[in-house]
């Protein structure tokens, strides 16, 4: 059994039920990290609708809070399902502009201080590297 995430017609991931679901439930829980609607309807028949707009935005808060974010953990929690994203967005024909722009200042509102300092914002490569290793596993 499998679901598919598609927008009208257009097919962005076809993964397993259980998969599917999963996913669903993570971007429900990593919403409230950005407080952007995530543009997924609720589950249908077989289906998750996906209002693009409202996904592709979605997308693009997640990435640019993953990128300003000095907590490596709260980046850790956002990055599969922002990877995952970029590449529904970009199936779609879209682009996730806050990957290719330049860095944003630091969010304040979780910081990470190490002993030496403030931990690192987060790579935009590594979310580019993580989607396009991902992508294949997306059957669609």
């Known amino acids: 059994m499998s679901q598919y995430f598609q927008a ?5 991931w076809n993964p ?18 950005v407080e952007v609607p995530t543009g997924i309807g609720p589950e249908g028949n077989d ?7 409202a996904f592709t935005a979605f997308v693009d808060a997640l990435v640019r809070r993953y990128r300003t ?9 956002i990055e599969d399902v922002a990877a ?14 806050a ?14 201080v190490l002993p030496s300092g403030f931990g690192a914002t987060g790579d935009a490569a590594r979310l580019r590297a ?3 290793e991902l992508a294949p596993y997306m059957p669609e």
Do not use: Q
């Open 8 to 12: 009208g017609r257009t097919v962005l």
């Open 130 to 132: 993580l989607a396009d």
């Open 99 to 112: 990957l290719t722009e330049a860095a944003s200042p630091m969010d304040t509102r979780d910081v990470a």
């Open 47 to 53: 289906d998750y609708e996906i209002d693009l707009v």
């Open 84 to 97: 995952l994203g970029i590449v529904m967005v970009e199936r779609a024909g879209g682009t996730v502009e």
């Open 69 to 77: 974010s000095t907590h490596r953990i709260l980046r850790a929690l």
């Open 16 to 33: 397993a039920t259980g998969v599917a679901r999963l996913f669903a439930r993570n971007v429900e829980a990593v919403a409230g990290a």
